[in-house]
């Protein structure tokens, strides 16, 4: 993958310069002062313990979305459904919440994660198997599966699993199958642990483990272009490394919305809306496609929206301007272009020649 | 060199331009007379074609100038080398496959009619015009896919041309020709001379410098290393300048003993990418303790010859007999862990994942073995030993093996792939076109590992399109035309000019 360098850093301080700019206008423009909105945006992203637990929460799932984008990306696969993966995985986490009445706490919650996960991971076996197997574009199976997802979902909750008479929801999930909140003032909960661990955890697999290298030998570099011909010539089974990376990535997706319903809404209902299976491709990028990458930028990611939230909460400015603004940090980040066209300074070429040496 | 050529056409003084963790050019200084043939010599990564990418304006120098008929100019880009009256022809053409010769050459610089339509009727004459002019055989109304390789290159030179280009750059033109293009091309390089017009040429075969140029520059590790008249020197002297030590040209080696066979290929049938057969009827052999050569013009069947027996492509009909076994229908993995070891010809896409890391593709073939891991995890120590090793006894050249494959030269990356598939001391190793794009202190030093190869017992089969290549170090050479076998050949025998009426299909 791209590898990170000083020229990444200084365009994020440079994209992050000009976007503060840019708010400072919108700010003034719309008639406030932009040193107080800026001061609370602050506050509200990584100042006092109840903002700094709700930044972490808020992360959890685009920490476990972003991983799941780099692990289909790396496999080759443009995985556009975790979303749909999502919504599956918690849907089944509060069914298997609320149905298993008579275990204890780890064994229930160990069972409703494992089953998130697997829901999750098989929502995305259909896509594999079109794709390896039929040549269907992946982008597009997965786009039109999270569709179905959402379909799906709401039927579930309005039909079979619904409980409450008056509104299309499950019954809430027991004791035993929460993940738990440690702090009164915020819903931070032990997910949050779990999605940190599975960062580390991939990038241990990924980088030191032969199926790590299984997996990324055949679409490092190569996404929408799977299967690469490196990996069949080789011997290296590209085809199940596709399939076991889209059921990982899947996997990851359900695990995530599971976390969401087990640690935060604790049970399902038909309005429940996810979108973090989406920005987790944006994160995913913005962090190089490194699972360490997708877990600093989902950190940094939630500690904006929620300054954002905040923001929203105290004052008359709309919650919408710190989107814009995210959207032109990410806009920054992801010019590959602007990046090297950075290579005609001498002073960048310098200091990319030398933190490069640093590193190795 | 004649009276006229007194002027310089371009000169470059001290231009420096270094990646990170590379100098490509470091103070060079380069000058072209007007009107000579002017050949640029050296290795792969020496530098040359950063220097020819600079004078095209696709790269922009540190520092460091350059005058185009003695006045400074700046090249920031390729239309301004362009108006400066610079062509450029790649090594891979760049041509609408669907379209004329004349299409192409006109492209973006169509003759426009009164109404403002394209006047093809003009620029059919006018290309028709310069093709005469400098005797470059080309109808400007033929497609460019159901052109030869030599016409495609003729094409791109008369696209220079049509932008009137007075200083033509040739990267390595010769590199897909067979001999008797060549010679065709150097009478299309004389008569472009003659017109008035100044050439540089790229190429690493000592051979064509002493054929065709007046002056040549040597280039090694981004400085120039001399730059004589051509007539003063010898390939020896050259060589020598190019690689920094003394290098042997011919290639030295004893009598094959050939054993028992290790390879069989019975009546083989394969159709290619597009369902159109490309192998008709193949059979050969190859015993242990003997190099076995395909020669050949690119897109004869090789490419699906290679691909059916490594197992990148079903076979059709036919058998694939390999140390005993058939083996026509099991996987690559399969046929590796037999013995079987492939050089690919395209190293990029099929012999490395340019975006991994150095160690990463040296690993390739073995990294689930101990000692490079143990239960699954990779052993850093081991594998970082074990690329070092390699790294060191293949002379590739990186800054370390932490470093993305794709930022090293052609030649390196070649020493890369070689290096993976022979540290699994194969059986029968295929090389397809192992040299390519390499140079040539580096092309000795891969010749002599197949050699080495063969004397320890081992096969080789051997394809490559460079006929100097497959005639000095095979043994015995199958010549390949339209994907049939057109004559079994003892390169002792025969000579360059029989060979070439082999290679276009030409049987007695």
Known sequence: ME???????????????????????????????????????????VVGQRNILNTLNIATPYILTSIATVVSFRVGMFNIGINGSMYIGGLYAAWAGYKFTSLGHIPHVSLCIAIAIITGSLWMLLPAILKVYAGVSEIISTIILNFVA???????????????????????????????????????????????????????????????YELRSGGDGLVGFYPSRYSSYLGIPSDRSAITGMLISGGLGGLAGGIEILGNARYFYQELLFNQGFDGILI?????????????????????????????????????????????????????????????????????????RKIK | MTQKNIETAVEVKNITKSYPGVTANDSVDFKVLKGEIHALVGENGAGKSTLVKILYGIEQPDSGEIFINDKPVEINKVDKAIELGIGMVHQEFHLVPSFTAAENIGLG?????????????????????????????????????????????RTEILKTLYRNANILILDEPTAVLTPQETD??????????????????????????????????????????????????????????????????????????????VLEVKNLWVHDARGLLAVKNISLDVRKGEIVGIA??????????????????????????????????????????????????????????????????????????????KGGIISMKNVVEHSNNLREKFDIRTPGVFVRTGSLSGGNQQKVVIARELSEDPLLTIASQPTRGVDIGNIEAIHKQLIE??????????????????????????????????????????DQQQMGLYMAGIKD
């Open chain 2, 453 to 494: 190869i063969r004397d320890s017992g081992k096969a080789v089969l051997l394809v490559s399109a460079e006929l100097d290549e497959v005639m000095s170090v095979a043994d015995r050479v199958a010549v390949i035309y339209e994907g049939e076998i057109v004559e079994w050949v003892n390169p002792k025998d025969v």
């Open chain 2, 296 to 373: 050949g013009v690119d897109g004869n069947g090789q490419t699906e010859l290679v691909e059916a027996l490594s197992g990148l492509r079903p076979t059709s009909k036919g058998e694939i007999i390999f140390d005993g076994k058939n083996i026509e229908s099991i996987s690559p993995r399969k046929r590796r862990r037999a013995g079987l070891a492939h050089v690919p010809e395209d190293r990029a896409n099929t012999g490395l994942n340019l975006k991994l890391d150095i160690w990463e593709n040296l690993v390739g073939t073995s990294y689930f073995r101990s000692p490079l891991s």
């Open chain 2, 109 to 153: 610089q169509e003759p426009k009619n009164s109404r403002g339509f394209i006047d093809w009727d003009k620029l059919n004459s006018e290309v028709s015009n310069i093709a005469k002019k400098y005797g470059l055989d080309v109808d400007p109304k033929l497609r460019m896919i159901d052109a030869s390789v030599g016409i495609q290159q």
């Open chain 1, 150 to 212: 959402v379909l799906f979902v709401s039927y579930m909750a309005n039909g079979p699993f619904r409980a409450d008479p008056i509104a299309p929801a499950t019954p809430r999930i027991l004791e035993t199958a929460e993940l738990k909140q440690y702090f009164p003032n915020s819903q931070f909960n032990s997910g949050f642990f779990i999605a940190v661990i599975i960062a580390f955890l991939t990038y241990f697999i990924l980088k030191k483990t032969t199926f790590g």
């Open chain 2, 184 to 261: 065709e091309l150097f009478e299309v390089i004389r008569s472009l001379v003659d017109e008035g017009k100044t050439v540089i040429f790229i190429t690493h075969k000592l051979r064509e410098v002493m054929e065709i140029s007046d002056r040549v520059t040597v280039m090694r590790d981004g400085k120039v290393q001399g730059v004589s008249d051509t007539k003063n020197t010898s390939p020896e002297e050259l060589a020598k300048l190019m690689v920094g030590r003394e290098v042997f040209m011919q290639v030295e080696k004893e009598k094959a003993k050939p054993t028992e066979k």
């Open chain 1, 284 to 356: 995913a990028i913005v962090g190089k496609l490194e699972p360490i990458g997708g877990l600093i930028a989902s950190l940094f990611w939630s500690a904006l929206r929620n300054g954002g939230l905040f923001v929203d909460y105290k004052t008359e400015v709309s919650r919408e301007i710190v989107v814009i603004l995210l959207s032109i940090l990410i806009f920054f980040v992801s010019a590959q272009k602007l990046v090297s066209s950075l290579e005609r300074f001498k002073f960048v070429r310098k200091l990319d020649a030398f933190f490069t």
């Open chain 1, 3 to 45: 590898k990170f360098s000083f020229k990444d850093v200084l365009i994020l301080f440079v994209g992050t310069i000009i976007t503060i700019s840019i708010a400072w206008v919108l700010l003034t423009v719309t008639g406030f002062v932009p040193r107080e909105i800026g001061k609370l945006f602050f506050e509200g992203a």
